[in-house]
Structure formats: C-alpha cells, structure tokens
C-alpha cells in the first residue's frame, strides 16, 4: 500500500475513532497531498518519494515552528506541534541508529576515497542520496563531521 493510501485508510479509522489529534493531522496531510498534486497535473501521479518528501518537510515545519514557541514562552502550543510530528514521523521510514548511519558514512567514505576533513562536500555529496528519508540532514552532517576530525 503506498503512503497516499495509507495516509487515507488512517484517516478513515481515525474519524471512526475519534482521535482528534490524529484526524486533524492526517487531514492536513491529505491537503497537503492533494495540492502536490493538482502542482503536478492529473496526468502525473505523486510518487513516494515525493509524498514522503512532503512528509519530512511538514515535520520540518512542525519542529521549527515548536522552537519557535518554545522560544516566545507558548509551550502548551509547542508541545501540539511536538504532537503533530509524532503523528507524522509513522508516515516516515524507519530512521537509521547512529550505528547504522556511523557504518555508511565509514563506507561510502572509504569507497570515494575521502581521507580529510576538507572533504567534507564531496562526502555529503555522495551520502545524502543514500540516507535520504532515513536520516536527518543536520544528524548526518554532525556524524559526518565526527568521522571526519577523528580521521585527523
């Protein structure tokens, strides 16, 4: 089943239900893939990176926003974002452990020659294709840069 669909099957027991939480997210998450649509064209269908794409810029949205509350002293509405975002991160891929991020950062490092931490672009270059959707861009940065000093 894809992310579209499942997203629409959730909503459905979501309404059945009555989680509020969930059912408000999920529609926003339908509206939000709809639109992505009608951007395409009908002719086009959305394919799942693209939903899942859509998905991961939502939480983006919901975790700065929450900072962003937190910051001007709202953390009953910070804690609702927090709420959104766990309700989105299941729509998500299982994300990668340090462990398993560590590893291929090690391998696609010494698979693209990478000896230094000058080559800090060349590495994420080749790395974020592969971690796409399982990793947070700013977690493989920190890692990357971890490995990187400790090969100095």
């Known amino acids: 089943m894809g992310l579209v669909a499942k997203v629409a099957a959730d909503l459905v027991a979501a309404m059945k239900a009555r989680d509020a939480l969930k059912l ?11 639109k992505a649509q009608a951007d395409k064209g009908k002719a086009v269908e959305l394919t799942e990176e693209d939903a899942g794409a859509l998905v991961r810029r939502l939480i983006k949205q919901r975790r700065e926003a929450a900072e962003q509350y937190e910051a001007g002293g709202a953390s009953d509405r910070a804690r609702e974002e927090l709420n959104e975002i766990t309700v989105l991160e299941a729509y998500l891929p299982a994300q990668l452990d340090d462990g398993e991020l560590d590893a291929l950062i090690r391998t696609v490092a010494e698979k693209a020659g ?3 931490p000058k080559d800090m672009g060349r590495l994420m270059k080749v790395l974020m294709p592969e971690v796409t959707g399982r990793a947070d861009g700013k977690r493989v940065k920190d890692r990357a840069t971890a490995y990187l000093s400790s090969l100095t």
């Open 114 to 116: 990478i000896v230094s």
């Open 24 to 34: 408000s997210v999920l529609r926003m998450l339908k509206a939000e893939f709809q």
